[in-house]
């Protein structure tokens, strides 16, 4: 697996790698993350990625990353 970069963000860290013929997004806040698995050969190249990562995605992730975070208090809870 490589680091193939990351795009910056001030409400999460976004990091871009490829490995086994698939990039991943990895995209972390706090104790959470979130990894998207991308087939190479549904992009024309690592550029795609930047565009698909826009605000309207990492929007919505970050709505993701307040319901895991709601999901493990409330398990918390529960022990």
């Given at each position: 697996?490589?680091?193939?970069?990351?795009?910056?963000?001030?409400?999460?860290?976004?990091?871009?790698?490829?490995?086994?013929?698939?990039?991943?997004?990895?995209?972390?806040?706090?104790?959470?993350?979130?990894?998207?698995k991308i087939n190479e050969y549904?992009?024309?190249?690592?550029?795609?990625?930047?565009?698909?990562?826009?605000?309207?995605?990492?929007?919505?992730?970050?709505?993701?990353?307040?319901?895991?975070?709601?999901?493990?208090?409330?398990?918390m809870d529960r022990l």
């Open positions: 697996m490589r680091v193939v970069g990351e795009i910056p963000h001030a409400s999460c860290k976004i990091t871009i790698l490829a490995w086994n013929n698939r990039y991943l997004l990895k995209l972390e806040q706090g104790l959470l993350e979130q990894t998207y549904d992009l024309a190249g690592e550029q795609d990625l930047k565009t698909l990562v826009d605000e309207s995605f990492v929007q919505n992730a970050l709505k993701l990353f307040e319901q895991m975070s709601d999901n493990l208090h409330q398990a």
